[in-house]
């Protein structure tokens, strides 16, 4: 079946603007979760859904990231008034019913100007 | 809170060659152990994965990784590598009850022919 889609998969930006990422799980996965990807920090947890429980949003850097994840499938990644230090790999995973291990996306790469 | 360190930041290799890429781990209580490649532009794809039981698994693209409690380890190793495995590996550590995973620096593998 179809694996876990990102959408887009490039995004150029200028500073001080909003994006939106998205994030299409594989069909009947319930739990999906955002990664990011950037030189000199590895891959970072931002946020984890499972069915209908309250996020896991630990992994936010600021209050400028949030994300929802509407009718337990596609999910938005917002970054408000982004910022260079914002540029990196967004990479989304979804797991069945929460459970290791993560299916991955191709990710969207922003780019901040 | 649990750590993953892949020590080698770049391996090249020679084509035909042996490949080992170590990773360690540090988890309180008994890990969930993965390997993931990422080639250029793209997500991350699982090689393999360790639950419990036999301490070597066996994973895709001829890839096979063994678990050692003694030692916090879970080395990935090929026995001939091809030009095509030159990617970067990741080395990650999950909970038990399954959800984020907590992924090591990466380490990008060259292959020469």
Known sequence: ?113 | AQSVTQPDIHITVSEGASLELRCNYSYGATPYLFWYVQSPGQGLQLLLKYFSGDTLVQGIKGFEAEFKRSQSSFNLRKPSVHWSDAAEYFCAVGEAAGNKLTFGGGTRVLVKP
């Open chain 1, 1 to 113: 079946g179809a694996g876990v889609s990102q959408s887009p998969s490039n995004k150029v930006t200028e500073k001080g603007k909003d994006v939106e990422l998205r994030c299409d799980p594989i069909s009947g996965h319930t739990a999906l979760y955002w990664y990011r990807q950037s030189l000199g920090q590895g891959l970072e947890f931002l946020i984890y859904f499972q069915g209908n429980s309250a996020p896991d949003k630990s992994g936010l850097p600021s209050d400028r990231f949030s994300a929802e994840r509407t009718g337990g499938s596609v999910s938005t990644l917002t970054i408000q008034r982004t910022q260079q230090e914002d540029s990196a790999v967004y990479l989304c995973a979804s797991s069945s019913k929460g459970r290791l291990p993560l299916h991955f996306g191709n990710g969207t790469r922003l780019t901040v100007t």
